[in-house]
């Protein structure tokens, strides 16, 4: 790819983003949701997290198919219910990313 | 009536920063893993420089590094942009009501600003409506934590840039961002419709992961929106017998 053709992309990305980000809050002055949908809205982040997490901590992509498959051998899994657990339980940030890591690192060692 | 309704903005914007606290080390760490992984694929540093400044999303530059250096239709990159970053409406629309007597250059900047794990942090301290606090203190506040966020980010670029293939990819770090999600989203699921809205959100992911352009991304935000409407009347239903 050509040099100007990455900083278009780049650009593009940038306009996308900002698109994305700023929409509601220019235009969401003048459309009023209703308190109902805001309501069922704040479900949307987790969702949008649970599904940026889960890939990493649930499938390996096939290099030859280029395809996600599922794999519970990953360190990743391990880590992420220490993780899932700490939070719950103990609702604290370093702890959890502490447990996590550990358990993490702990599985890699083993699992390799 | 509180004694921090009479703070100046100085403090609201060191006390916004202050919720950066926590998450820094896990988003620093998320930031050196995202940016030496889009060096590896390719980018060279004024490259790399300009898209952290520009796009300022990490997962989305991180997944369109494949298709870039694969020479892809343009298109389908922004596609896969404009999806992975499509949460960012939503967090817009949860923010919105807080800044929406500013005018349209300062929305903007709000929202450029408007990164992840800021974006949780504030809105578990301030959900929307809130009478805890006059809307300029918010303002600061809400500038005191994205600013932070956007400081820790660009300072892991700065750092990949000068250690770079020195830091050793075996130490795992990048999971270190991923704790910090869990760690933001998992306390506050208590009730059983946000325990249900994140599985229908989860099995939903698991079932469409291998559709083009990460869509799945979308059907598990749609997923978790839907379920969360459906178990709510379920439940509303059940008291009303």
Redesign the interface.
């Known amino acids: 790819m050509s040099n100007i053709e990455l900083w278009i992309i780049f650009l593009g990305m940038g306009l996308i983003t900002i698109f994305n980000r700023s929409i509601f809050l220019i235009v969401g002055s003048k459309l009023t949701l209703s308190p109902n949908i805001h309501e069922f809205l704040k479900y949307a982040p987790t969702g949008a997290m649970i599904a940026i997490i889960i890939p990493i901590i649930l499938f390996s992509k096939d290099a030859s198919l280029g395809l996600y498959q599922l794999n519970f051998q990953k360190p990743e899994m391990w880590g992420a219910i220490a993780g899932i657990l700490t939070a719950y339980f103990c609702k604290q940030m370093l702890i959890t990313i502490c447990v996590g890591m550990l358990a993490f690192l702990l599985m890699k060692s083993i699992i390799g | 009536m509180k004694s921090n309704n009479t703070k100046g903005p100085g403090n609201e914007l060191i006390d916004g920063a202050k919720l950066m606290l ?2 820094a ?2 988003l620093f760490s998320w930031s050196v893993v995202t940016n030496l992984a889009i060096i590896e694929a390719g980018l060279n540093q004024t ?1 790399l420089v ?2 952290s400044l ?4 990490g ?3 991180l997944a ?1 590094m494949p298709l ?2 694969g ?1 892809y239709p ?1 298109w389908t ?2 596609l896969v ?2 999806i992975i ?13 807080h ?3 500013y005018k ?1 250059l300062p ?2 900047f ?3 600003l ?1 990164a ?1 794990i800021s ?2 942090q504030f ?1 578990n301290r301030y ?2 409506p809130t009478s805890e606090k006059s809307t300029s203190q918010i303002l600061y506040f809400y500038l005191g934590a994205s600013v932070a966020n956007w400081c820790i980010w660009q300072i892991g670029l700065v750092f990949v840039i000068i250690f770079g293939s020195k830091i050793p990819a075996s130490l ?1 770090l990048g ?2 961002g ?12 208590r009730s059983k ?2 325990l249900l ?2 599985l ?3 099995v ?3 079932f469409t ?2 559709l083009p352009y990460q869509l ?2 979308v ?7 839907v ?3 459906f178990i ?1 009347r379920i439940i509303q239903k059940g008291k009303h017998e």
């Open positions: 926590q998450p080390i896990g490259e300009g898209m520009m796009v300022y999303a997962t989305s530059q369109v870039i250096m020479n343009i990159i922004w942009t404009f970053n499509s949460r960012f409406i939503i967090f817009g629309a949860s923010i919105a009501p800044f929406s007597h349209f929305k903007l709000l929202g450029y408007n992840d974006f949780l809105t959900p929307v795992g999971f270190a991923i704790l910090v999600l869990i760690a933001l989203i998992v306390p506050p699921i419709t946000s809205s994140a229908a959100a989860g939903t992911c698991i992961i291998n799945s991304i059907f598990s935000v749609i997923a978790s929106v379920a969360a409407i709510d």
